[in-house]
């Protein structure tokens, strides 16, 4: 529904929540735009997109019914974050909060591994279903990995829980031979596990009932997950739903950004950079860093480094990544971070070589 509103109106202010259970789709929130937005269209092409589009199932994109309950945003937080009204000449920003941005080296990407394995295993039972290599698959799953570390180093998988929807006609131990062939041998490093690795899949014996059939769905819900699984710190503010004015997005990503542009420049082996803001306010009211004793500065220079490199105002978040597109689908179905699709901006390690050279400089 934001791609949707930003697809016509860059400007549009949105807010939305969402909520599903069985047979039931509520839409709430604030919206403030100039365009239209065929609200139940969008709901039903999403959850047909999901994969829920049989009765069957409990829940389907034709049978459904959607509640929208959608308000303009309060003209009091409005006059806060306006351009040229208010307090400020400059955007403010949407609400008050802190946001975390995490990086470091143990993958490619630089997030943890643990997220991105879990990452990996549910990607393939969504390829695995679409494309009919596993065609008793259903859309519900969700997958778990735990990383045994050395010191700060990852060194083996001790366990992996994975639980996949399925139809009911096919028999656990079928079920169960099939993920590990065509889903954890097919996207887990072989030599992160050894024969003391722990499977536990359909843990319980069977996963008929699922979606929101068998559960509530909730924007906000899994948090964790849009983020690093728990290894970083977490603001608590959601992000999906969100146009970019609002704080717990933008500043969420920039904060990613800084911290992964210090690790990739090999400042830190680990890094967390924190923002906070005042509603209204064009400028954070505090920026800290911590690199957990990794760093090759202190942190008292790599935050100089943060203000000289990087901006954390509002307007120039949005600027430097481009965050008045309609580019959100994505990021709620692949991940926030770690995703290095062409619109993911914040995730460029565009800043190493000036930062090298600052510290060199310095040095």
Request: some cysteine; aromatic content about 6%; hydrophobic content about 40%.
């Amino acid at each position: 529904l934001l791609d949707a509103v930003l697809a016509q109106d860059p400007y549009g202010r949105v807010a939305i929540e969402t909520l599903v259970k069985t047979g039931t789709v509520v839409v709430a929130g604030e919206v403030t735009t100039t365009c239209y937005v065929d609200i139940p269209s969008v709901v039903r092409q999403t959850i047909q997109e999901v994969g829920y589009t049989d009765p069957d199932f409990g829940f389907d994109c034709h049978s459904c019914g959607i509640m929208v309950c959608i308000e303009g945003q309060s003209p009091d937080i409005a006059m806060g974050v306006d351009e040229d009204s208010g307090k400020h000449k400059e955007l403010g920003a949407g609400d008050q909060g802190i946001m975390y941005g995490y990086a470091c080296n143990e993958t490619e990407e630089l997030m943890p591994l643990p997220i991105m394995l879990a990452r990996r295993l549910t990607n393939r039972l969504a390829e695995a279903r679409l494309d009919g290599t596993l065609h008793f698959l259903r859309p519900d799953g969700k997958s778990q990995v735990t990383v045994e570390y050395d010191g700060e180093k990852p060194v083996r998988i001790h366990t992996i829980v994975l639980a996949a929807q399925h139809a009911p006609d096919v028999e656990t131990r079928v079920l169960r031979d099939a993920i590990i062939a065509e889903i954890i041998k097919a996207v887990i490093p072989p030599e992160l596990i050894d024969r003391k690795t722990i499977l536990h899949i359909n843990a319980t014996g069977r996963f008929v009932l699922g979606g929101p059939h068998a559960d509530t769905g909730l924007t906000g819900r899994k948090i964790i997950v849009d983020t690093y699984g728990g290894m970083g710190r977490h603001g608590g503010g959601a992000f999906s739903g969100k146009d970019p004015s609002k704080v717990d997005r933008s500043a969420s990503y920039a904060a990613r950004h800084a911290a992964k542009n210090l690790v990739a420049a090999g400042l830190a082996d680990r890094c967390e950079v924190q923002v906070a803001y005042g509603i209204g306010l064009s400028s954070p009211v505090s920026l800290a860093v911590s690199t957990f004793g990794t760093g090759r500065a202190s942190d008292e220079q790599i935050v100089a480094l943060l203000q000289k490199h990087f901006t954390f105002a509002p307007s120039g978040m949005i600027a430097a990544f481009k965050l008045r597109r309609p580019i959100y689908k994505d990021t709620a179905r692949y991940g926030h971070f770690g995703n290095t699709g062409p619109n993911c901006l914040w995730e460029r390690t565009d800043k190493v070589a000036a930062l090298r050279k600052d510290m060199q400089r310095k040095g």
